[in-house]
Every structure is written in structure tokens, then in C-alpha cells.
């Protein structure tokens, strides 16, 4: 490998993963919650017109969730079929530079052995749940839109979802960062 060359394609692809697409995902996710909490109308009776505040501001609310879904499914996706391979690469017999095998890199020292036992095994199913999760409220933000915003217990339930979502990509994002520290990806 060149040593001058300040990016790989390796490298830029974590980086599409993690800052881009993940990072995306976060900031999106936030804005979703937050514009959900925020667009939030009383409950209204049941004879009652919708506003039609409400039923602009429905759309723009679907709209961000399913962006935010989208960012979630394209950052799995890359994350799995792109950025994971190389990660679980097995190296040449004999070879002790490990640099360009992170996995091998990991599981080379008792003391970041548990990176790939717990942290690389969280990351490499839970996104899926996030990306779900993140669908589901895509879905009922786009089939009940300004119900969702009128309603309660919808709001609820797809806030709830939301936070989870948020967690779990918070989460994954950070066992990524300790992932990253000890075997960076060149």
C-alpha cells in the first residue's frame, strides 16, 4: 500500500458509512422526533375539519421520515455489503503488520478481543432493527398523516419507535468510534 496517499477507497467508504450516511441518520432521526413533538396538534373531535396547517405540515412530516428511513436502509446496506467484508478479511498465513485486517487486529489482544465478540456483533445485526423500526413509522406517517399529528396515542407510539430508533443508532455509532479507534480501517 502507498503510504502517501492520505484516503483509500476503504477508508472513504467508512467514512460514506459512518460520517455521511450514519451520521445523516442521526441528525435525521432528531429533526423527525423533534418535528413530530412539535407538530404536535390537540386532540380533535371526531365531527371536526382538519386545519389545513395541519395537513401541510403532515406532509412535510412524512416526508422527513421517510428520508430517515431511507438514510437508515442505505446506511445498513453499505454498512453490510460494503464497509463489512473487508472488516472480516482473513489474512495471509504468517503475516504479523495485521493493520489492513481489522478483525485479525482485534481479536489479536486479549484486551480488544471484546470489540469483535460484543460491539462487532451488535453492529452487525441491530441496524437492521433500526432501519425497521424507522420504516414503520415512515409507513404510518405516510398512510395516517394528519391523524398522526392529532392523535395521541399514534404520536405516541411513533415517537416511542423514534427514540428506540435513535437509541439503538447512537448506540451502534459509538461502538463503531471504539471499533474504529483500535483498528482503523486504511
Known amino acids: 500500500m502507498d503510504t502517501t496517499m492520505l484516503f483509500t477507497e476503504r477508508s472513504i467508504w467508512t467514512m460514506i458509512h459512518g460520517v455521511v450516511l450514519g451520521g ?17 396538534t390537540t386532540d380533535a373531535p371526531a365531527g ?5 396547517r395541519v395537513h401541510r405540515e403532515s406532509r412535510y ?16 446496506i453499505v454498512g453490510t455489503y460494503v464497509s463489512f467484508p473487508p472488516y472480516r478479511a482473513t489474512p495471509p498465513e504468517g503475516l504479523t503488520d495485521l493493520r489492513q485486517y481489522p478483525r485479525a487486529l482485534i ?25 425497521m423500526l424507522a420504516t414503520a413509522v415512515a409507513f404510518v406517517s405516510v398512510q395516517y398523516r394528519s391523524i398522526l399529528l ?33 483498528a482503523p480501517v486504511e
Not at 445523516?24 to 404536535?40: E, N, T
Not at 371536526?48 to 389545513?52: E, I, K, R, S
Not at 412530516?61 to 445498513?76: E, H, I, N, R
Not at 419507535?161 to 468510534?177: D, P, R, Y
Open 24 to 40: 445523516g441518520a442521526l441528525m435525521a432521526l432528531a429533526a423527525a422526533m423533534f418535528s413530530l413533538w412539535a407538530m404536535r
Open 107 to 131: 481479536m489479536s489482544s486479549p484486551g480488544t478481543r471484546w470489540l469483535h465478540s460484543f460491539a462487532m456483533e451488535i453492529k452487525e445485526h441491530t441496524p437492521w432493527i433500526a432501519a
Open 61 to 76: 412530516l412524512a416526508g422527513l421520515m421517510v428520508f430517515t428511513a431511507v438514510l437508515l436502509w442505505l446506511t445498513v
Open 48 to 52: 371536526l375539519a382538519p386545519d389545513p
Open 150 to 182: 392529532r392523535e395521541r396515542r399514534l404520536r405516541n407510539m411513533a415517537m416511542t419507535l423514534l427514540v428506540i430508533c435513535f437509541a439503538l443508532v447512537a448506540f451502534i455509532a459509538l461502538l463503531g468510534t471504539f471499533i474504529n479507534k483500535v
